[in-house]
């Protein structure tokens, strides 16, 4: 089973990046999805999860307002938009999945994860 997660790139400041979060060998369905990040050196932290039913969704402090996660369990796919992007967005990104309706946002909660993709934000 495998989560891969892309369109990282590189950004101005107050740009948009959409990622997206697709799964191979299973189905979302029955998952609750995460966006995590980190920077080389420092922890990885939440972003942003969403419940099986999209009716769920938690956001970290520094993504409200400004990021949104989504999910299209028919394409298989979640993403995460992401707008008014900063420098100290810069970070990989990684998303990760848990079989349950939703769990905590937190990274020990999720247990199946990505390759991340590098989002870099700078002029």
């Known amino acids: 089973v495998q989560l891969q997660a892309s369109g990282g790139g590189l950004v101005r400041p107050g740009g948009s990046l959409r990622l997206s979060c697709a799964a191979s060998e299973f189905t979302l369905d029955d998952y609750a999805i995460g966006w995590f990040r980190q920077v080389p050196g420092k922890e990885r932290e939440a972003v942003s999860c969403v419940s099986v039913d999209d009716s769920m969704r938690h956001y970290a402090d520094f993504a409200k307002g400004r990021f949104t996660i989504s999910r299209d369990n028919a394409e298989n796919t979640v993403y995460l938009q992401m707008n008014s992007l900063k420098p100290e967005d810069t970070a990989f990104y990684y998303c990760?999945?848990?079989?349950?309706?939703?769990?905590?946002?937190?990274?020990?909660?999720?247990?199946?994860w990505g390759q991340g993709t590098l989002v870099t934000v700078s002029s």
């Open positions: 990760a999945a848990v079989r349950a309706y939703y769990h905590v946002c937190r990274p020990n909660n999720y247990d199946l």
